[in-house]
């Protein structure tokens, strides 16, 4: 099947000014790729701070001014151009902001899922779609500050499918939520993703990622260091990389141990493997190697001089 | 109800104790003035020929040698009941006095106010949608000129460019010298009001328009701004959208708030315009050891300010939903 999404290498940069006039670029996302078919659910799962927000803004063409990226990004089959971006998004392509924050807050809600829409039929869209994730039709008249957390992400999911989408992005669909609303929440992701669309949960929490995505994207300091599928996660020894592997082990139903240390900050880190620091498995060769690409790899993709399966 | 009945009550609260320490601060301050009224308003000259009967009649009508605490409250008991006095210098009751001079001044004040609340608005607007780029460096760069430049010294230059080289303007005052007050146009007196609005104008511009631009940038930085555009929302839209709407609290408060800086600045501006309005009046009354007109002038004034913030938190409370249905709620 045609992929909905292609990203081939992408990367971002930001210019910043340290110490004065010197400029420096800030690599904040470095070589990522990613693929997604529609009615498929890949979930990119990062720590905070591993860029995984920019991700979003880059495939919409709303990243700061400041910034540039590189690489490319096929839109159904096509180049997704900033100009191709700026036509599609909001309609074809959706964002599932983080949280209320995202909703003006002198506004009411049925205007906001509206959105910035003159078509006559734009009302009735807006409170068909908020109809569709149960809130009634008083909600429109509400402001953001008079909505609960739940109804919120409600709402903000009822902006998504105003028209109808092809390529959602979520980004931390269910900060928050205790475990009942996030998996309701994440049930609707699932919904959307088996009417077609294709849909790219952006998270840190790998459990509730499990629970909707059909392949799992790890990303390590602003790179993707593992694709692997959903069912790679039922136990460590099908997962490909040291850091997926450790993920899982932090996860609370598999004893939640840490691992030292933190990912280097962007633009700290000028060669070899970014998670050498935290690997107990590195070599000498890990900290010095100039290129490591991400290669399929036993079904999977793996960014890694020594990974480990077993089947 | 309940709510707004104790808001009313507050509020009226504060008023009273603001004015009697405004009050009470302007007669301390005149009462530790060293001018002497007699030697200010008769002249060592005229006093010098007086007899000794004259000088303690003087004394008497300036109010020299009664003890100020007893001056301060003769003349609080007075205001309780509704008497504000006698200016010393006019031998006009001050309400009298400061009504005139109000009205003369009015005009001049509420031009000032609307032009420097609109432009000030467009121009922060302005300067934060288009942060960083060439517009915004023009319009910071020229309100932290403005701001930083002494109002009088402002007033001069307006002078000297439009009455002094290009004579189109009048230089001072605010009717035509000599005229029949019957002859007297509207033409005349806006002709004459032009320049000092347009000083208090273009020195309260600046203010507003920084305090706007901050605003939008912080509009622009957030994250509904975002969520907005990657729904496909333009800048411009954005900005129409989303900015005004979220501008448009923090610049009630400025704009209420720029009420005493206006009334403030129309002191010096009237000044050198030599308009007889209520500034000039304050300036007369206080070198002229005018007690009452004083008091009453600057009483006046910080109701009219108090009055000015009291609208802007009642505006809130209709722009603002948080406060409209918190309130409604309760």
Redesign the interface.
């Given at each position: 099947m045609q992929p909905i999404l292609e990203i081939q290498h992408m990367s971002i940069h930001f210019t910043q000014y340290a110490k004065g006039t010197r400029r420096r670029e800030l690599p904040v996302i470095r070589d990522l790729s990613l693929k997604i078919e529609p009615g498929q659910v890949v979930a990119v799962v990062g720590a905070s701070g591993s860029g995984k927000s920019l991700l979003?803004?880059g495939i919409?063409h709303?990243l700061p001014?400041n910034s540039h990226m590189e690489g490319r990004i096929l839109y159904d089959g096509g180049d997704l151009t900033s100009k191709r971006a700026?036509?599609?998004?909001?309609?074809e392509i959706?964002?599932v902001?983080?949280?209320v924050?995202?909703?003006?807050?002198?506004?009411k809600v049925g205007e906001q899922v509206r959105?910035?829409d003159a078509a006559p039929d734009a009302k009735q869209r807006a409170r068909k779609a908020l109809a569709r994730y149960g809130l009634a039709a008083g909600t429109e008249e509400l402001?953001p500050?008079?909505l609960s957390g739940g109804m919120a992400r409600r709402v903000l999911i009822a902006?998504a499918v105003t028209h109808e989408p092809r390529l959602i992005i979520a980004d931390e669909p269910t900060p928050g939520l205790d475990a009942k609303a996030a998996g309701r929440i994440l049930g609707h992701f699932r919904e959307l993703a088996e009417g077609g669309a294709g849909v790219l949960p952006i998270t840190h929490d790998l459990e509730l990622a499990l629970t909707i995505a059909d392949q799992v994207a790890v990303f390590y300091a602003g790179q993707t260091i593992e694709v692997a599928s959903a069912e790679d996660f039922a136990s460590p020894a099908t997962l490909r990389h040291p850091f997926t592997r450790a993920l899982w082990r932090a996860m609370p139903e598999h004893g939640f141990q840490p691992i030292a240390g933190a990912q280097p900050y962007p633009g700290t880190q000028t060669a070899g493997c970014p998670f050498a620091g935290q690997c107990a498995r590195s070599t000498p060769q890990c900290r010095e190697a100039a290129d490591l690409p991400l290669r399929p790899w036993q079904g999977g993709m793996v960014r890694c001089l020594n990974p480990q399966r077993e089947e | 109800m309940k709510h707004r009945l104790r808001f009313a009550v507050g509020k009226l609260f504060r008023m009273a104790l603001l004015l009697l320490g405004v009050s009470i601060l302007t007669f301390a301050l005149m009462t530790a003035s060293p001018l002497d009224p007699l030697q200010t308003n008769v002249g060592q000259v005229a006093l010098g020929s007086m007899s000794q009967e004259q000088v303690a009649k003087l004394e008497a009508y300036w109010g020299v040698g009664t003890p100020p605490v007893e001056r301060y409250l003769g003349w609080l008991g007075d205001v309780l009941h509704g008497d504000f006095g006698t200016s010393l210098l006019y031998r006009q009751p001050v309400l009298e006095v400061v009504g005139q001079r109000l009205a003369g001044s009015l005009w001049l004040l509420l031009f000032a106010w609307i032009i420097s609340g609109i432009l000030g608005l467009v121009l922060g607007v302005t300067a934060g949608a288009t942060r960083g780029r060439l517009p915004d460096r023009l319009i910071r760069g020229y309100c932290l000129l403005i701001s930083s430049t002494p109002t009088f010294w402002l007033a001069l230059l307006l002078l000297l460019i439009f009455s002094v080289w290009l004579g189109v303007l009048p230089i001072g005052l605010s009717v035509p010298i000599g005229a029949d007050a019957a002859s007297i146009t509207l033409a005349d007196r806006l002709q004459h009001a032009i320049l000092p609005a347009l000083t208090l104008s273009i020195t309260g511009v600046a203010n507003i328009a920084l305090h706007t631009r901050e605003k939008m940038v912080d509009v622009l930085n957030s994250d509904y701004a975002l969520f907005a555009r990657a729904r496909g929302e333009s800048e411009l839209r954005i900005v129409l959208r989303h900015g005004l709407r979220n501008v448009a609290l923090p610049a009630i408060t400025l704009q209420f708030a720029s009420i005493s800086e206006i009334i403030g600045g129309s002191v010096v501006v009237e000044q050198v315009f030599t308009y007889p309005g209520l500034g000039q009046a304050a300036v007369t009354a206080g070198l002229g050891s005018d007690m009452p007109l004083l008091l009453g002038i600057t009483v006046i004034t910080a109701a009219i300010v108090f009055g000015g913030n009291l609208v802007a938190d009642l505006l809130y409370g209709v722009v603002d939903p948080k406060i409209r249905r918190g309130a409604a709620r309760e």
């Open positions: 979003a803004h919409l709303i001014r700026a036509r599609l998004r909001g309609r959706v964002l902001p983080q949280g924050t995202y909703l003006d807050p002198l506004m959105g910035d402001y500050f008079e902006t | -």
